[in-house]
């Protein structure tokens, strides 16, 4: 099933859309997910960090997974994120993910914990021994408080022929940097970066996808970045990057990912309320917010 399978363009770590109750909202979920199709994107991501994956259970993943494969309909790849602390539970949420019918997962490092780069190995290890589907290693050190050396990297594409690439959060462009450098010669990994400021960079350097917070709310901007750098208008691809910077930025007036969902909440899809204790933005925080939406083209 990992034969051949390249992760490129841009990705969209969705949201996951909550009602009051903190139930989560599949109706708006569909509507998040058709925007996105409409727009252009090249994949969609769900229960990443973006979607809350810490705060949902087993069931409502499913839920979540299941949704978004009925409602992509075979038009893009779906990838999941299939995180958790302990190997045993990442292992169990990627067998789910593959019984619902997701064409790759992603699987961050494990959080709390401090596990060792051998560890870090046996654990990657042994998820990918695990399923047939293709794998991403997430590395999110500032999130996380464990990266992934380039080394364990290196050793985990050459081992598993089904680990193929690795999403790169870090906001370190000398790691993302040598993460490509050192599986270049590697046909079937790929690098796909993670911060949405440093996108162009990534494709320049040789990344061949990223996986963006920001397309949630302006896919169109985000895809034109890597349509017009896969045109050759460099140019163009670097206006589309600047045009994206001031949202990434935004990101600061609230506890992520409130500042998203209430992004899209202004430009009038649905995403509900980010789970507690996480709260919604102030007033103040709100009026920047429209500031830069508006600067941007995505309001009236």
């Given at each position: 099933?990992?034969?051949?399978?390249?992760?490129?363009?841009?990705?969209?770590?969705?949201?996951?859309?909550?009602?009051?109750?903190?139930?989560?909202?599949?109706?708006?979920?569909?509507?998040?997910i058709r925007y996105q199709l409409d727009?252009?994107?090249?994949?969609?991501?769900?229960?990443?960090?973006?979607?809350?994956?810490?705060?949902?259970?087993?069931?409502?993943?499913?839920?979540?997974?299941?949704?978004?494969?009925?409602?992509?309909?075979?038009?893009?790849?779906?990838?999941?994120?299939?995180?958790?602390?302990?190997?045993?539970?990442?292992?169990?949420?990627?067998?789910?993910?593959?019984?619902?019918?997701?064409?790759?997962?992603?699987?961050?490092?494990?959080?709390?914990?401090?596990?060792?780069?051998?560890?870090?190995?046996?654990?990657?290890?042994?998820?990918?021994?695990?399923?047939?589907?293709?794998?991403?290693?997430?590395?999110?050190?500032?999130?996380?408080?464990?990266?992934?050396?380039?080394?364990?990297?290196?050793?985990?594409?050459?081992?598993?022929?089904?680990?193929?690439?690795?999403?790169?959060?870090?906001?370190?462009?000398?790691?993302?940097?040598?993460?490509?450098?050192?599986?270049?010669?590697?046909?079937?990994?790929?690098?796909?970066?993670?911060?949405?400021?440093?996108?162009?960079?990534?494709?320049?350097?040789?990344?061949?996808?990223?996986?963006?917070?920001?397309?949630?709310?302006?896919?169109?901007?985000?895809?034109?970045?890597?349509?017009?750098?896969?045109?050759?208008?460099?140019?163009?691809?670097?206006?589309?990057?600047?045009?994206?910077?001031?949202?990434?930025?935004?990101?600061?007036?609230?506890?992520?990912?409130?500042?998203?969902?209430?992004?899209?909440?202004?430009?009038?899809?649905?995403?509900?309320?980010?789970?507690?204790?996480?709260?919604?933005?102030?007033?103040?925080?709100?009026?920047?917010?429209?500031?830069?939406l508006l600067g941007m083209g995505?309001?009236?």
């Amino acid at each position: 099933m990992y034969k051949n399978f390249v992760p490129r363009g841009i990705i969209p770590a969705l949201v996951t859309p909550l009602k009051n109750s903190e139930e989560v909202d599949l109706v708006s979920l569909r509507k998040l997910i058709r925007y996105q199709l409409d727009n252009g994107v090249h994949g969609i991501f769900v229960i990443g960090s973006t979607g809350e994956f810490y705060a949902l259970s087993m069931e409502e993943k499913q839920k979540l997974i299941e949704a978004t494969v009925d409602e992509v309909a075979g038009k893009i790849p779906v990838y999941a994120g299939t995180n958790d602390i302990t190997t045993r539970e990442s292992i169990q949420l990627t067998k789910m993910a593959e019984r619902c019918g997701v064409d790759a997962v992603s699987v961050l490092t494990p959080m709390f914990i401090s596990p060792s780069p051998k560890e870090l190995y046996t654990h990657y290890k042994a998820i990918a021994e695990s399923t047939d589907l293709p794998i991403i290693l997430y590395n999110n050190s500032p999130r996380t408080g464990v990266g992934i050396p380039v080394d364990t990297c290196v050793k985990l594409a050459t081992d598993c022929q089904n680990i193929i690439g690795i999403k790169d959060s870090s906001g370190d462009f000398t790691l993302t940097g040598e993460y490509i450098r050192r599986t270049r010669h590697l046909s079937h990994f790929h690098v796909l970066q993670g911060r949405d400021t440093q996108i162009l960079a990534g494709f320049v350097y040789g990344a061949t996808g990223a996986i963006a917070a920001c397309a949630n709310v302006a896919p169109a901007i985000v895809v034109d970045i890597y349509e017009k750098y896969m045109q050759g208008d460099l140019q163009g691809a670097l206006e589309a990057q600047y045009a994206l910077a001031p949202l990434r930025l935004a990101f600061s007036l609230g506890t992520f990912p409130s500042v998203i969902k209430e992004a899209l909440h202004m430009i009038g899809i649905p995403a509900g309320i980010t789970t507690a204790p996480c709260g919604p933005l102030t007033d103040e925080e709100r009026a920047q917010l429209q500031k830069v939406l508006l600067g941007m083209g995505l309001l009236a």
